[in-house]
């Protein structure tokens, strides 16, 4: 666009020889124009001048107009051209999206990704950019007395006169002298500055390297617990079987708008694998169809799915993940642990009847083995295909209909010990830190069973593990917050250290849970609270612990300096005996 800037440049200049003439110069640098005013009257041509200015206003005025109606003009045009082609960009990508779900199981037979124990391993590098040296700044010439500057320029006079070519002399070199420790002074600060600059680059990459370290040694250390559960795995570990598949189902891509969340549980005996498996919503499947752009109105228009063709679409994309998922692992048993699948499908949506957040098992399906093989999934009709295997389910999967599942998930464990009641016999002058550890134990069973009773959950302990610590299982039957809590507390006078914290997740991951709760008497170092971001895992210290137990209507007290010395006395006594 041309620049609305007026450029004006005048002198008003008395002619030499001719007193009373005088003249002007009026340049437009906008319309490119100059022109030279004379004149015997300055105020003549003054008002001349003014009169040429106002004049090429005007005209700068009407070329910048039409220049700014060229430029609405093209605009309109690239904007209508840009408009149209996103439009159609845009619908193509719409019906890409809803082909992908229409062909959501044949693609993923076609695909046939085979993920073995190998390609599950991480071989991710440290992902953070090393850090790199900030720019130095380059020592300035050193001044020299051979410069010009500093080399006085004597004249006849100076030669003749002794005195006054040695003040320029002296001039000079002063003048050197100060440019000099000028120099000095900038070079001491650029030092400064450029050893900064170093010093903080190379603490950036300690603390780089000591996060690259970090990563690579849980990176190696999950890799190390992967190839355990892949020992296991092949000794029939019912664990490491689980956990195979979990993550088998991790690695299967769908949209992010897809739940993504299942719980497996395996018997060994019957060779049955459990899947509760949650489900997208309708809302989470794509029904733009297409997207126009409508000139007049210069504005874009979205066409979508009828109801009808979506309810179809989605109950359709529900029987495709389901059958799936069976497909998948069959396809990685290659063992042939598993005899049959049974994957019960459940959705989590607003009851619109009473406004609240309600769960649902919407169908179930179990299929045998060598019948499932037998089946060619990239032709047939998934609704079909699922009926045909008996598979239950409103004929609508889209009503959200509640039916039974055909199996759920055992929680039985023979880990599971009796348990016995603390929890009345404390009061505020009871030093829980230097509680016996059984009672502890079951004090925290108590604690989270009160906290989780109200919603029908069930807190089990399990056998001792000679640390010190407790282990209890939360069973929660909402599958909103999944089934399996895994809670270890710790008895402890001494900061809990990250190793705990690690070991924890290690257990989350092991067992399936979907959350794991580290509660202990004493608190957490800053390694323990880092490692446990991200991550689904909650750290409760003394202060938690009190402030849990108050909740529900009891009072202790954790003295750690007290409990310090109790356990203390009490391993010297049985020293002693």
């Not at 003749?160 to 120099?183: G, I, T, Y």
């Not at 509660?519 to 170092?525: C, F, I, N, Q």
């Amino acid at each position: 666009m041309i620049s609305r800037l007026l450029f004006y440049s005048e002198r008003f200049t008395e002619i030499p020889l001719m007193s009373s003439y005088w003249q002007t110069v009026v340049r437009h640098e906008g319309l490119n124009k100059v022109k030279v005013i004379k004149g015997v009257d300055k105020y003549h041509v003054e008002l001349r001048a003014a009169m040429v200015r106002r004049s090429w206003d005007e005209m700068w005025e009407r070329k910048q107009e039409l220049e700014r109606k060229k430029q609405e003009r093209e605009s309109k045009i690239m904007l209508w051209d840009k408009n149209k082609d996103s439009a159609v960009q845009r619908t193509e990508e719409a019906e890409i999206a809803i082909k992908e779900m229409e062909d959501l199981l044949k693609n993923a037979v076609k695909a046939n990704k085979i993920y073995s124990w190998d390609y599950l391993l991480d071989y991710s590098e440290f992902s953070k950019e090393k850090p790199k040296k900030g720019k130095t700044l380059e020592i300035p010439k050193e001044p020299s007395k051979t410069e010009s500057r500093f080399k006085p320029n004597f004249n006849f006079l100076d030669i003749v006169f002794s005195s006054m070519r040695q003040e320029k002399d002296a001039k000079a070199n002063n003048l050197f002298l100060k440019e000099h420790l000028k120099w000095e002074k900038e070079c001491e600060n650029i030092n400064l500055k450029n050893k900064r600059t170093t010093e903080q680059h190379e603490k950036n990459l300690i603390e780089w390297e000591r996060g690259k370290q970090e990563y690579i040694k849980e990176r190696d250390k999950k890799n190390e617990k992967h190839l355990q559960f892949k020992e296991k795995y092949f000794k029939k570990d019912t664990s490491s079987i689980v956990y195979y598949y979990e993550m088998i189902l991790s690695k299967l891509e769908y949209p992010e708008t897809f739940p993504q969340e299942y719980y497996l549980d395996y018997n060994l005996e019957t060779g049955v694998l459990i899947i509760d498996y949650f489900l997208p919503l309708k809302e989470g499947i794509s029904n733009l169809k297409e997207v126009e752009y409508i000139k007049s109105q210069i504005k874009f228009k979205e066409v979508f799915l009828s109801e009808s063709a979506l309810n179809k679409l989605y109950d359709s994309v529900l029987y495709q993940i389901t059958l799936r998922t069976i497909h998948e692992i069959y396809k990685h048993d290659t063992v042939d642990y598993i005899s049959s699948v049974i994957v019960n499908g459940f959705v989590r949506f607003t009851n619109k009847a009473s406004g609240k957040e309600a769960t649902a098992c919407i169908l179930s399906i179990q299929s045998e083995r060598d019948e499932f093989l037998k089946i060619n999934l990239e032709k047939i009709d998934p609704k079909t295909c699922f009926k045909a295997l008996k598979g239950i389910g409103s004929s609508k999967l889209h009503g959200l209909a509640p039916i039974p599942p055909i199996a759920r998930i055992n929680r039985e464990d023979d880990r599971f010990v009796d348990a016995y009641s603390v929890a009345d016999s404390i009061d505020d002058k009871t030093n829980i830190a230097a509680m016996d550890w059984q009672d502890f134990e079951n004090l925290i069973r108590e604690l989270f069973e009160k906290e989780f009773g109200s919603v029908g959950g069930e807190v089990k302990i399990t056998r001792a593990s000679h640390d010190e610590g407790v282990d209890a299982v939360v069973f929660d039957p909402d599958p909103i917050r999944g089934g399996k809590i895994i809670i270890q507390a710790k008895r402890y006078t001494n900061t809990v250290g990250v190793a705990s914290v690690r070991d924890l997740y290690g257990t989350v991951v092991n067992e399936g849970a979907i959350k794991g709760i580290l509660v202990t008497t004493a608190d957490y170092g800053p390694d323990a609270y880092n490692f446990a971001k991200d991550k689904p895992l909650t750290l409760l210290n003394g202060n938690n612990l009190l402030h849990l137990l108050g909740k529900h209507g009891h009072r202790a007290k954790i003295d750690i300096k007290e409990a310090k010395k109790i356990i203390a006395e009490q391993e010297r006594m049985r020293k002693v005996a």
